[in-house]
C-alpha cells in the first residue's frame, strides 16, 4: 500500500474543503472497500481525511415525512431502525441481502453508494480497464473473457461493469435524494437516478460529485406504502453480490415501482417500466431492459430478471 | 494443441507474482529513502490510544497498519488470525465498541479511543468462556485457524439477534427475531471454514443461546 497523510475532519464543511485543496486527497468512513482497493493498489490516495466523527450518524424525520438518513449511518443501524423495517422493508430487505455481518456494521450509507464495481478485470491490476487505467481498454470485453457477473444495460465499449450495491437499488425505488456539501460550503440535492453516471467513453467517471464533494445524508419521502420486496439471485445463498436482484413496490391497484441490480452500472428503473406493473413481469422487462446488450455468459440475465419479478408478482 | 486454461492461468497468475515481488522491492527501497531523513515520513504515522482486552496501549502507527496488524504485530495478540487479508474469510473478526468487524479491512489510525476485545479477552485455557468450551465439546473446527474469528461471530450473532437486528432470513421485520438455525446460519456467512466444520459450529452456537435463554 502506499504511504499517505492522515488527518480527522472537524466539519463536513472543512473536509469538502480540504479535499478540494490536498493533492491526492480521499474521504474515508467505514473503509471496508477503499482499504481493500489500496491494499491492491487500486485505489492509491495520497492523503485520507477521516469523516466517521462528523455526527452524520443519525436518522431524522423530514418535514415532509420522509427520513434523511446521515451518511456515516452503517447499513446494520440503517437496516435495523424501526422507521425503516415498517415504513421503507425494502431498504432493509436489500442490504441485509448484501455482504456479511462484520461488514455491515463498518460500511456506511454514503460508502455504499460510492462503493466500485467487483468486476474481476477491475480488480486484476494486470488487466486492461478503463475504469482503473483511463482510456486502457476492457479486458472484460475480449473474447473468451469471464463475463457472467457483468452488466447488460446502460453499458457501452468501453466498460460492461455493474454497481454493486443491493441498498442502492431499494434507495432508488424509493426516490431517494443524495445531499451532498461542497468544498465552498453549497448543499446540493441530487436525485439518486442523476447520481451513478453511465459509463460511455469514461467509465472511470463514477458520479455527479464535484472534486471534493462530500455526501452528508440520503432523503427518503414519504412513505408510499403498498407491498415491499426485494428478491436477490446470487451463485450462494449469502455472502455474494447479485446475479440479478429485483426491489418492487407493489400498490393494491396493481401500478407500482420496479428496480433492478447486477445488471447495471446504476441501479436500474424506468418510469415507462414501471407503468407496465399491471400487465405483468414480461411487459416490465421489455421496456426495462429494451436496447440491453449481454455477452454470451450474460444473456441469462434477461431472462431470469423476467423470471424474478415473475415470482415476485405470484407472491401475492 | 493449445494448452489448458488453468495451465494458462496459472501461467499469468505466477508471472504476476514474479512482477509483484520484483515491484515490492523496489517500493520498499524507495520507501526506505523516503523515511531516511524527510519529515514526510512523520506525517505518515499517527499517536493513538486503543483498549484490548481491558487494557490500554498507546502506540504509534504507521497509517496504512490495519486494526488486525497492530493486535497480531505491535501487541503480539496472535489470537486474531489473518486469513484473506480481505474481509472475505472472517478469520480477523474482533469486536470493536461492541460490534464486531474485520480487523483486515480497518485502519488503525480510524480506531483512536476504541475499546477492542479480542479472542484473548474471551476467555484462556482452564478458564474457557462458554462459547469457547461449546466448541470444543462440540468438535467444532479441525485445524483451528477460523476458530478465534468463528468465536467471535458467534458471540456477536446470538447478541445481534437479541437486539432486533433483522437478517436476510427474518420472515417478519416488525415481530420479535427468534433465534432459529437458519437465522445463525445466515448470520455466521462471513466467517469460512475450509475444514468444513459448520454444522458442528451451529451446534454449539445453539447450545450456548440454548443456554443463555
Known amino acids: 500500500m502506499k504511504a499517505f497523510s492522515f488527518e480527522r475532519a472537524s466539519s463536513a464543511q472543512a473536509a469538502a474543503a480540504r479535499a478540494a485543496e490536498v493533492q491526492g486527497a480521499k474521504f474515508i468512513a467505514g473503509g471496508t472497500n477503499l482499504v481493500d482497493l489500496m491494499k491492491l493498489g487500486i485505489e492509491a490516495p495520497e492523503h485520507l481525511i477521516d469523516v466517521s466523527g462528523l455526527g452524520l450518524d443519525r436518522i431524522e424525520e423530514t418535514d415532509e415525512g420522509g427520513l434523511r438518513i446521515g451518511a456515516m449511518v452503517s447499513n446494520t443501524a440503517l437496516s435495523a431502525d424501526v422507521r425503516i423495517r415498517r415504513d421503507y422493508p425494502v431498504l432493509t430487505r436489500a442490504i441485509a441481502a448484501g455482504a456479511s455481518g462484520q461488514l455491515r456494521n463498518k460500511a456506511t450509507t454514503g460508502g455504499n453508494l460510492l462503493q466500485r464495481t467487483r468486476c474481476p478485470y477491475f480488480y486484476d491490476t494486470a488487466q486492461a480497464c478503463s475504469k482503473r487505467v483511463p482510456g486502457s481498454g476492457c479486458s472484460a470485453l475480449t473474447e473468451g473473457a469471464f463475463s457472467r457477473q457483468l452488466g447488460v444495460i446502460g453499458t457501452s465499449d468501453a466498460c460492461i461493469a455493474t454497481h454493486p450495491s443491493d441498498m442502492a437499488v431499494a434507495m432508488r425505488v424509493l426516490d431517494a435524494t443524495i445531499e451532498t456539501v461542497t468544498p465552498t460550503g453549497m448543499t446540493r440535492r441530487i436525485p439518486l437516478e442523476e447520481f451513478h453516471l453511465l459509463p460511455g467513453d469514461t467509465p472511470e467517471k463514477e458520479t455527479a460529485l464535484m472534486p471534493g464533494e462530500l455526501i452528508t445524508a440520503v432523503t427518503l419521502p414519504a412513505p408510499v406504502g403498498g407491498i415491499q420486496r426485494y428478491h436477490k439471485v446470487r451463485d450462494r445463498a449469502s455472502y455474494a453480490f447479485a446475479l440479478v436482484s429485483v426491489a418492487l413496490i407493489r400498490q393494491p391497484d396493481g401500478s407500482g415501482r420496479v428496480a433492478l441490480g447486477g445488471v447495471a452500472p446504476r441501479p436500474w428503473r424506468l418510469a415507462a417500466a414501471d407503468a407496465e406493473l399491471p400487465n405483468g413481469a414480461r411487459a416490465v422487462m421489455a421496456r426495462l431492459l429494451d436496447g440491453a446488450r449481454p455477452t454470451e455468459e450474460t444473456q441469462f440475465k434477461i431472462t431470469l430478471a423476467e423470471r424474478t419479478l415473475a415470482a415476485l408478482l405470484l407472491e401475492e | ?213
Not at chain 2, 57 to 81: A, Y
Not at chain 2, 84 to 110: K, M
Not at chain 2, 125 to 147: I, K, N, R
Open chain 2, 1 to 213: 494443441m493449445p494448452p489448458p486454461i488453468e495451465f494458462e492461468l496459472r501461467r499469468r497468475t505466477l508471472l504476476a507474482g514474479t512482477a509483484a515481488v520484483a515491484a515490492a522491492s523496489v517500493a520498499r527501497l524507495a520507501h526506505a529513502q523516503e523515511q531516511a531523513g524527510s519529515a514526510a515520513s512523520a506525517q505518515q504515522q499517527s499517536d493513538i490510544a486503543l483498549t484490548v482486552n481491558g487494557t490500554e496501549h498507546r502506540i504509534t502507527v504507521d497509517n496504512r497498519t490495519t486494526l488486525l496488524d497492530v493486535l497480531r504485530e505491535d501487541l503480539h495478540l496472535t489470537g486474531t488470525k489473518k486469513g484473506c487479508d480481505h474481509g472475505q474469510c472472517g478469520a480477523c473478526t474482533c469486536s470493536v465498541n461492541g460490534e464486531r468487524i474485520n480487523s483486515c479491512l480497518s485502519l488503525a489510525v480510524l480506531h483512536d479511543g476504541d475499546d477492542v476485545t479480542t479472542i484473548e479477552g474471551r476467555g484462556a485455557p482452564g478458564q474457557l468462556d462458554p462459547m469457547q468450551a461449546a466448541f470444543v465439546s462440540h468438535d467444532a473446527f479441525q485445524c483451528g485457524y477460523c476458530t478465534p474469528g468463528q468465536i467471535q461471530s458467534a458471540h456477536a450473532v446470538i447478541g445481534e439477534i437479541r437486539a432486533g437486528i433483522p437478517s436476510h432470513v427474518t420472515s417478519d421485520l416488525t415481530a420479535v427475531i427468534e433465534l432459529t438455525e437458519a437465522e445463525i446460519r445466515e448470520r455466521m456467512s462471513g466467517n469460512i471454514c475450509r475444514c468444513g466444520a459448520y454444522s458442528n459450529i451451529l451446534a454449539a452456537i445453539t447450545e450456548v443461546a440454548e443456554d443463555q435463554a
